[in-house]
């Protein structure tokens, strides 16, 4: 749509988000024999060895796959494949000259943060590299719509929480959480959308993404003792719960308790985006809580019930972490929201 001298600047940016959205072929229908389980194999990212170089278990996602099936609760032919998020995809979020900037390889590479990616040439870089990520936020973008026909859907993948509109980081280099939602907004027809961040690390790219937009209620249960100390964000937090290095699981299970009995009675979501990051894993290098496997089923299990009691479609993104167990210990909590019927992989087929 041509912009008219008539409208203001912000109503011009909001019609283009708007119709970028709705001629976006993210959103496309999914035969009832599928579940909302979204993966592709094209999420694994394999450079190569030099992925070895960052702690990410950057082929985990396709082991959380691989357990669910040889587990037998789910299906190889039932799983949905995304598409590659495009470039009109992502400027309903990112600007122009932050997608520019991905064109330089010693660019991604702070964002990666693996150092020896500024040697390659980009082209190299977009598809190793940044090609699973779009496929990944693809499949973000999409859980949404699977959430609101089937009420729960997992995109195992994305999570990329410390990207922001204008700046990456942290092995985020697009904002998946937040694109996710401004699809939601104009295709899903919802107005009030909860983040609830249980990743060990604060999620400062949605953040400052939502940071005036009252549509959008920001649960971050994190620790502040690690990246990204992003003092900025922590000011957007609706509800913030800061679990120290250390904490252990009953400490946690509990505070989780808490902080959902609040959000209930704060907010009352159509919508709830669940970033279960795996790095609060007891061993993990990086999130330093001491939570158990069981912990972490336990976790999700509380989250999953949250939502199914107040009718809210839920999205799962497998966001960080960064230990070899990380992809079991995801599996083994799918398979016990299967056995709660809180998910139901067998409804369709």
């Given amino acids: 749509m ?12 909001v019609t283009l988000r708007r119709n970028r959205i709705l001629s976006s072929k993210l959103y496309f229908d999914v035969p009832l024999s599928k579940v909302p389980l979204i993966y592709s194999s094209a999420y694994d990212i394999s450079f190569l060895g030099i992925e070895k170089l960052h702690p990410f278990d950057s082929s985990k996602w396709g082991r959380v796959c691989r357990f669910l099936i040889v587990e ?4 190889k032919n039932g799983i949905v494949e995304p598409l590659e998020a495009s470039k009109d ?13 991905l064109k330089s390889s010693p660019n991604v590479a702070m964002i990666i943060e693996v150092p020896p990616v500024a040697l390659f040439p980009n082209c190299l870089v ?13 499949g973000t973008i999409l859980a949404a719509k699977l959430a ?5 859907a997992i995109n195992v993948g994305g999570g990329f929480h410390h990207c922001s509109s204008e700046k990456g980081g942290g092995f985020c280099a697009y904002a998946d959480i937040s694109l996710c939602i401004h699809y939601a907004f104009v295709r899903l027809n919802v107005s009030r959308v909860m983040i609830i961040d249980l990743d060990a690390h604060q999620g400062n790219g949605h953040e400052m993404d939502f940071s005036n937009d ?3 209620y920001i649960l971050d249960m994190y620790n502040p003792g690690i990246y990204p100390f992003d003092y900025e964000a922590r000011r957007y937090i609706d509800q913030k719960v800061e679990v120290v290095s250390g904490t252990t699981t009953n400490e946690y299970l509990r505070k989780l308790d808490e902080a959902l009995e609040l959000a209930g009675q704060k907010f009352d979501p159509e919508l709830v985006v669940y970033n279960a990051g795996t790095d609060i894993l007891d061993g993990d290098p990086l999130g330093r809580l001491k939570i158990s496997p069981d912990g972490i089923t336990a976790r999700d299990e509380k989250v999953f019930m949250f939502a199914r009691e107040r009718n809210a479609p839920l999205v799962m993104l497998t966001s960080g972490g960064y230990t070899k167990t990380s992809a079991r210990v995801i599996a083994d909590s799918i398979v016990n929201l299967s056995k709660k019927c ?8």
């Fill in 72 to 75: 037998g609760v789910l299906d």
């Fill in 126 to 138: 977009q598809q190793k590299v940044l090609f699973p990520f779009r496929k990944q936020v693809g």
């Fill in 89 to 101: 995809d992502l400027l309903v979020v990112h600007s122009e000259s932050y997608l520019s900037s």
């Fill in 214 to 216: 009252s549509r959008v």
């Fill in 2 to 13: 041509s912009s008219s001298s008539s409208t203001s600047p912000t109503g011009d940016a």
């Fill in 148 to 152: 609101k026909e089937q009420g729960w």
């Fill in 342 to 349: 809180l998910i139901d992989f067998h409804r369709s087929r």
